[in-house]
């Protein structure tokens, strides 16, 4: 199964840019004939992106579920993997979409897919939600609607409506004590009387703390059980914000939109915008994300032709400055030693006093965090990774923004923050970008040549580089010998690509001619051992957190990777650069934005709101910045990929291979 | 004990305006020494009132409790009444103040008083609060102060500062869920390390629902236990606003106030007021009510030397329509058959959402109404007036702008509600006007030549007359035959004053040369037929109460009077016209505003809080419209003093004896 090195094998090393001739691919399939021009190189799953036709890729492209498989039937294409293809799925021409690439002109039969939604502007790949087997709303789900037929008031029944109504929702619903904010208890006389004494009530529980049953709603009209009711699940990452708006009833997930976070202009990571809001005041910060979150409600309304103040529920994700900064709760203890929140458990509270443009009433549950760099979006990402059941050890790593680790099982769960820094989101770097149209996604090096192939999203020319791309430059350019292990440049070799620039020794990725700023595209000393710092924080991270809790790496069973970043990288580069653990590929899983995927658990099922607060209370936070022992494996993990070679055999394996050649 | 019939002993009848001399009066005692100008006539109180005097007057100046009694050590006063003065007392010269009449110059001892505030502008006397006895902090005062001390947070503690402080909220309060408004959350962080992790927490519990406790606020400071916690009550009268400043740690009243209930710009009584929101909107109605309050706070504060921010709780009584209307909820079908509340029972609200300039998170408790038009000032009276705990039957009568009528004992309690309308508080009548200077009070009429004597509040020339005067007015002129008992003046006797006016038939009580604005002050047969009608609406409504319930009028051990109306009048006069069941004067007691001191036994004690609740919900509401039986005796009561005199065998006895005359 594993499969240790194949760089060369996949790459499109040697060719020259006039080799990167235009192709045109035909999808057919239901519904579905249309062609496209694409360039040599390109995924097939990309080339369907641009030809607007919809392949599930639930693994996020990296070849492990084989939901992508297409029917190549005319021409054909390179397939860099065949992983959960059957022989006889391969003798009748599949692949995988998101593992071969176009290389020639070719016709394409996409089978059905599962509806998925494909509406993310920053995700370039939805992810696939089912709803959980077990769910049922009226068990499971906190926000519920019930019908109400009232005896109207008389001279012999003078009753004062509140108390009325208070009866007969007691009755229905079985709860002893139900609560209304004033400006609904304001219009509940004037709603029954329109409503002739038949309505409809939403009301809210809270199963997990004392307070009282809020009447979110009264509606004057009998609402067919099986209309939607609506919830959103949200997640509130420090680059990207994630909103899926959810049927209650049903559970399924209506549409799912992702935009940039508003806060970004003022700073690319939590430190700066800590630093801002403390310095400015945290109105324009939370205000900022609250236009981005309410953004993304009035888009996914939209779309499902319904109202924003139709959504009477939210739960929301997302590391603990994120919370805090959305609350315009003071975080400037999160940045200071010793590094304290305010809040890890926000009470319940009125989406008004939020400032979220959902119902007034509606309930928003900010879910439970653990400490200042381990939030809710880990909390939530270890429910909906499964691992907290598992009754194997798990490593979970989330890189995004910050890099949050968690190790664990059913039994115990140590989870510990290493701030990473946006680096791999492409801050820090001359040339980073995040991932978007125009960014160098993967790049392969020639060994001999030194000439580098790339492929850009979207396919045009290069703007710079994203995550993933960096990822595989690293390993590339130390592969070909263009980086010694220390990240340090080779300048002597006999290339022009290498050079002294402004920033130390540097590598061109792409000439100026062939950029779209007109600009060479480079990567120099400074930006690899920024690189080289943030990999090495997650490297060490997780090996320190292990060694605190005497796990060795290889009892895990399983790595998760969550987080935007994880969903396109290349597993065996990042081993490569020394990111990932050395271990075979099969163990490794992307599961992608595991943040808003809890969220969107929580907002369904009280039991799954229970289960994220018992993770956040049994997981034991190990501040890595306390000793020595951090500092020490961070060093060692600052070279390609490791001082400790023998930690990494398969790289181990290809270097002493390459130097054989 | 009973002096049935004492008009002519102590009236002026036969003095003319020149007969009216000023005498001067000198009052001594500790740091007392001050002399007035009054008229013949003046009484002593209110001489003393004008002098700066303080001598209280618990039963609210009805000669009832002998505590306003003073010394005439020169000249002599005309003691109307002296009940509770021993034959020693009078041997040395005492008097009762509240009972006496200026007719000469006079040298008054004023003894030692209690020390009793006198703040309110409209009522002319601050009653005397006593704390219960029984009244213990730390044991019924749902607002408590918590002083704390907390572990600073280290790296081996990394504890978010929330749940650190809910951790020894929780241990000191025996509290399990305690919960704080965002706003407060907010600003935790900082407080805590500008206390240095040593603050005082101000908490609040809701012993009577399923509400969790709440963080109201956090200071930075440790507060010694002793110093005051302060909190106010207040009851919302449809005509006049009292607001008590307490301080909950000893439950001592610190001030006060009073004003006009700033609606009365948008209505006299209940019913244009509710017209009015409707039509124009609640939130003016709401809004000028909330003024009242919030200045009558602010003179308050002041007074104690605070800042109305200082404030922790409130508790509110007031009948429902001014519990709608203060609250912004629809009132128009409190209006309507079949006469309902949009609410009885409001939750505990914060202050802020209120609009109260009390402290943002403090608690506002409205307190719990039976009926439209039995609400909490009615609840709160019952409780304050002891009358759910006595073992005999009770009638309490609440004569305000509205009259309410509950008849019980610890058993059992009826109530019924009339709707008498604010003729005694002069509205309905020509010439009525409220209890201000300028308002006869008194009026005494000489059976032979007509002419009447007049006691004008504050000694100067008149303007109107008040609710006490036209009382007195009606006996006077009924005994003297200007009045038959359908309430026709007599055209036909030897007197200027009465003639024939716009309205019908009328009685001049004062010329125009004699009064403030230069017209006559009369009353028209339109008038007469107004007042006869709301004391109609009164009576008929505690007799069809008492029948309802199968209970005689004479056995009810008490009939208790609340309600600023109440407080000043006659008894005796009150009988003469059929306000007032013929029963011996022994048996009525005057309490005045039970309902701003229920709202105070509820805003010290939880105990009180829950009899309140208790007793809305162990009312029984009897609506008086919903058959014919309260329309005959509305129609019987009608007349002076009823068309079955037997009923009145005292105002019997007067007659025939002035018939044998």
């Known amino acids: 199964m594993r499969s240790p090195c194949k760089p060369k094998t996949f790459g499109l090393q040697g060719q020259t840019k006039q080799d990167m001739a ?11 004939n249309i062609t496209v021009t694409v360039p040599t190189g390109t995924l097939l799953a990309e080339a369907a992106q641009q030809a607007g036709v919809e392949i599930g890729q639930p693994c996020g492209g990296q070849g492990r579920c084989g939901r992508c498989a297409v029917q190549v039937t005319e021409g054909d294409v390179r397939r860099r993997s065949t992983l959960r293809l059957s022989e006889n799925a391969l003798s009748r021409g599949y692949a995988l979409a998101c593992q071969s690439v176009v290389e020639s002109s070719a016709t394409i039969f996409v089978p059905p897919q599962d509806k998925i939604e494909r509406n993310l502007t920053t995700d370039r790949i939805a992810a696939e939600i089912s709803v959980p087997t077990d769910y049922e709303y009226p068990l499971y789900q906190t926000v519920r609607r019930i019908h109400l037929e009232l005896t109207p008031p008389s001279m012999d029944d003078q009753t004062d409506d509140w108390s009325r109504l208070q009866t007969v929702l007691r009755l229905q619903s079985k709860i002893e004590y139900i609560s209304a904010p004033l400006a609904l208890l304001r219009k509940i006389g004037t709603i029954l009387r329109e409503a002739e004494w038949c309505a409809t009530a939403i009301i809210a529980t809270d199963p997990d703390n004392g307070s009282p049953a809020q009447l979110i709603d009264l509606l004057p009209t009998h609402i067919d059980e099986f209309s939607p009711l609506w919830g959103i699940a949200v997640d509130i990452g420090t680059t990207t914000v994630s909103l899926w708006l959810v049927n209650l009833i049903t559970g399924q997930v209506q549409s799912q939109v992702a935009e940039y976070n508003g806060q970004i202009a003022r700073g690319e990571d939590v430190i700066s915008r800590i630093m801002y809001a403390s310095k400015q005041g945290g109105e324009e910060m939370s205000q900022r994300v609250l236009d981005t979150i309410n953004l993304l409600l009035e888009r996914a309304c939209k779309r499902a032709k319904i109202k924003p103040h139709q959504v009477v529920k939210a739960t929301i994700a997302g590391n603990s400055t994120m919370i805090h900064l959305l609350l315009n709760i003071p975080a400037a203890s999160i940045r200071l030693s010793p590094f304290i929140t305010a809040i890890n458990q926000p009470p319940i509270l009125c989406a008004k006093e939020v400032g979220l443009n959902i119902h007034d009433n509606a309930p928003v549950d900010c879910l439970p965090g653990v400490a ?40 115990w769960l140590v989870t510990c923050a290493c701030s990473a820094g946006p680096a791999f989101e492409g801050a820090g770097v001359v040339n980073g970008m995040r991932a978007t149209t125009g960014a160098i996604e993967e790049v392969w090096i020639n060994g001999d040549t030194y000439e580098p192939g790339i492929r850009v999203i979207g396919g045009e020319k290069p703007k710079g580089v994203c995550g993933s791309g960096l990822i595989s430059l690293l390993a590339e350019m130390f592969l070909a010998g ?26 061109v990725i792409a000439w100026a001619e062939e950029t779209q700023h007109g600009e060479d595209i480079a990567i120099s000393h400074v930006d690899v051992d920024n690189l080289l710092r943030a990999k090495a924080a997650i490297y060490a991270g997780f090996t320190v957190l292990a060694e605190q809790v005497g796990v060795r790496l290889e009892d895990t069973a399983k790595v998760l990777i969550g987080g935007s970043f994880g969903k396109y990288i290349n597993v065996e580069k990042a081993i490569q650069i020394g990111l990932l653990p050395d271990m075979p590929w099969e163990q490794f899983e992307f599961l992608g934005n595991t943040s808003v995927r809890g969220s969107y658990y929580a907002l369904l099922d009280w039991r799954s709101r229970q289960q994220i607060k018992e993770i956040a209370s049994r997981m034991t936070y190990i501040e890595l910045s306390a000793d020595n022992t951090f500092f020490e494996a961070f060093t060692s993990a600052s070279f390609l990929p490791h001082t400790d070679l023998s930690k990494f055999p398969s790289v181990e394996a290809v270097v002493s291979n390459q130097a054989n050649n």
Chains 1, 2 share one sequence.
Request: proline fraction near 0%; hydrophobic fraction near 35%; charged fraction near 20%.
């Open 22 to 32: 235009n192709h045109t691919i035909t999808f057919t399939g239901e519904n579905i």
């Open 372 to 411: 200042s760099y381990v939030g809710a979006d880990i909390t939530a990402g270890v429910l909906s990774s499964g691992m907290s059941m598992s009754e194997q050890i798990v490593l979970f790593l989330d890189v995004g923004t910050n890099g949050e680790i968690v190790l664990g099982n059913q039994d």
């Open 482 to 507: 263009l980086l010694d292990k220390a990240g340090n440049i080779n300048l002597t070799l006999n290339t022009k690509r290498v050079r002294k620039g402004k920033h130390g020794g540097e590598y």
